[in-house]
Structure formats: structure tokens, C-alpha cells
């Protein structure tokens, strides 16, 4: 038990016809698929007519809980600039660039070095996501409303992944250590369209795809990786939660809201390797994967959201994955996840 950091700090409003926010502290950050967190960092917020400017510097200062002893090794001395550039250029038409740079400022480890096992730092990295997301809205008399969303991400710097070996309970050793240049690049799109002549009915449609590393024995990766930013967000699935990491994952369902104030959606997706590996990526499930066949399997997702007149908010969700040809020792295995939440607003 103990207390935890969230959001906290100052700020400062200023201007009026650049309309301006300075804040410092525990800053909130959110960027679709690629950040929402929390981070201890400074932030300047613009706008002026259609354009909107985020600029900030972000290092962790503080550890995140009173029960930790420590700032979490792999978030310690990182600093991270991000930036997002924001236009509306046309009504419900918007187009956002953003830059994430991060660069590692802790010190290598040599090989053969001990360090207290509590402390590792399973990598070392100087990496930069920079990209380009679309958002639109259109209307249609005859057909209905549509929803369009587009991503594209690079990735590109270097990085050193080490190894480690555990002589003693309370130290660790590296025993291996390799360096890449990284080059990748992701992607995204989605699309909701609700038909003029069902109201409370929407039909969703969505696909991604991040590259993998095809010559996994060289000093040069393609393969794609978020950013760790991206908090809880499940966007390509509840139980499985995938990270855009040698991915192709493609869904299709519905949303219909009706009876008041209660919301129901059911999503299909299947997942795929972009790179046939024996690592499955960063995912919840983690069985070793064979590398001779893509196919990770397939999830079901329902979704019930019920708003009451008396402030409560009532979720539900069930989601079912079944492992694809990939997973050699569990093909067939099906795996189940329960989650029932209830807020009150006051």
C-alpha cells in the first residue's frame, strides 16, 4: 500500500491572440495511438485560429509510488521532447504532425558488470518517432456519417539491448550486450460509419501494420516499436492488447446505442506477424511463437457501457482469443477475460 503520482503541478494562462498555456509538474499527454501518460515534464500549450502548438521536455524526477525506493531504472535520466503540430484546415478536417525524441542518458553497461538486480536496465535507447495522423468527419444526405482516421509513424535511432545472467538473488550480471540502428515505420486506419437510415447503429472497420525485422542477426532493425507511452489504451484488442510491433491486425464490428442510455459493441479482429519470428512481439499472451507461420489468432470483443439518470456508470467487457497456427504448443487454446467496472459521478 502506498500513494501514487498522478497529475499535479502549476500553470500559467497568458495571451489573447495566441492563447497560451505554460504548465509544470506531473503533466497529462495524449496523442491517439502513440502517448497517454503522465509525465514529469514542462509543456507549452498555443493556439491561433486553426493551429495548435504543443511543445515540452519531459525527464522523470520523482519515483512514481511512496512504496518504491527508487525512480524505475529504465525511466531514469531518459529525457524526452515531444511536439505536436495541429491544423484544422477545413471543418471536422484535421491534420496533426508530431515528434517524439528520446535520448538515454544513463550510463552503458560494460560487460561482465554487476548491478543490484532491483536496478536493471534492460536497454539503453536514442530513438525518434515523428508522424502524421488525419481525422475526418463527413456527411451524407443519403448515406450516413462517416468517420475517417489515419496514422503513419517512423521510428528511427539506436539502440543497445543487454542480457543478463543472476548468480545471486540480489545481483545481476551482463553476459551479453547488442547494438542496432533502427529504421521502421507503422501504420493505422480506421473508419465508423453510421447509417443515415439506422440512428443508434454504427459499423466500425479498422487496420494496422508495423514492420518487423526480416535478418534478426544484423546490427539493423526494422522493426517497429511504440513508443511505451501508450498507457492502457486497447485499441486493437482487450485481452490481447497488442503493441504495433511485427503486426497486421485488421477488425470489423458494430455499436449500437438504444434503451436509454446503454451502449453495446461487438469487434472481431485477427492478428498476423508482419515478420515470421519466434518472438510473438509485446503482447498480454506470451507463448513462444514457431516462426513458420504467421496467423496469431483471432479475438472477440463485446463491450457494454450503461449510463444511469443517477450518476452511475456501469461497464462491461468480455473479450475471447483464440491462438492462431503461430503458437505451436497452444494452437486451438482459448483464453477468456472478464472485466465489470462501476463509477459514479457526483
Keep these: 500500500a502506498g500513494l501514487e503520482r498522478h497529475l499535479m503541478g502549476a500553470s500559467l494562462s497568458f495571451g489573447e491572440a495566441i492563447a497560451s498555456e505554460l504548465s509544470l509538474g506531473r503533466v497529462e499527454f495524449n496523442n491517439w495511438l502513440w502517448w497517454d501518460d503522465d509525465l514529469d515534464a514542462i509543456k507549452l500549450s498555443s493556439s491561433y485560429k ?9 525527464e522523470e524526477q520523482f519515483r512514481e509510488a511512496s512504496y518504491e525506493d527508487f525512480v524505475d531504472p529504465e525511466e531514469a535520466r531518459v529525457r524526452r521532447f515531444l511536439a505536436t503540430l495541429s491544423w484544422e484546415f477545413s471543418r471536422d478536417q484535421l491534420l496533426q504532425f508530431f515528434l517524439l525524441d528520446q535520448h538515454d542518458r544513463s550510463a552503458a553497461y560494460e560487460f561482465s558488470e554487476s548491478i543490484d538486480s532491483d536496478r536493471v536496465d534492460a536497454g539503453d535507447a536514442d530513438l525518434r518517432w515523428s508522424g502524421v495522423s488525419y481525422l475526418g468527419e463527413y456527411q451524407f444526405a443519403r448515406s450516413g456519417d462517416i468517420s475517417v482516421e489515419l496514422h503513419y509513424s517512423k521510428l528511427s535511432g539506436d539502440e543497445t539491448l543487454y542480457g543478463f545472467s543472476s548468480p545471486t538473488s540480489t545481483s545481476s550480471t551482463v553476459d551479453s550486450l547488442q547494438s542496432y540502428r533502427i529504421e521502421a515505420h507503422a501504420s493505422a486506419v480506421s473508419l465508423n460509419w453510421k447509417p443515415a437510415d439506422l440512428d443508434n447503429w454504427s459499423l466500425l472497420l479498422l487496420a494496422a501494420e508495423a514492420t518487423g525485422d526480416g535478418s534478426p542477426g544484423d546490427n539493423r532493425s526494422s522493426q517497429f516499436r511504440q513508443t511505451g507511452l501508450q498507457g492502457d489504451s486497447d485499441p486493437f484488442g482487450a485481452l490481447l492488447q497488442p503493441e504495433l510491433s511485427n503486426l497486421r ?3 470489423l464490428g458494430f455499436a449500437y446505442r438504444g434503451f436509454g ?19 510473438p512481439g509485446a503482447l498480454s499472451l506470451e507463448p513462444g511463437t ?3 507461420d504467421s496467423d496469431l489468432g483471432r479475438e472477440i470483443d463485446l463491450l457494454i457501457d450503461i449510463q444511469t439518470s443517477k450518476g452511475f456508470n456501469i461497464e462491461i467487457v468480455f473479450a475471447s482469443f483464440e491462438a492462431g497456427k503461430a503458437y505451436e504448443n497452444s494452437r486451438g487454446n482459448s483464453s477468456q477475460y472478464l472485466l465489470m467496472g462501476l463509477e459514479y459521478h457526483f
Design 50 to 58: 486553426n493551429l495548435e502548438v504543443m511543445l515540452a521536455v519531459a
Design 249 to 251: 491486425v485488421s477488425g
Design 261 to 279: 442510455n446503454i451502449g453495446i459493441s461487438l469487434m472481431a479482429y485477427e492478428y498476423r506477424q508482419h515478420r515470421l519470428s519466434t518472438s
Design 290 to 292: 514457431n516462426g513458420t
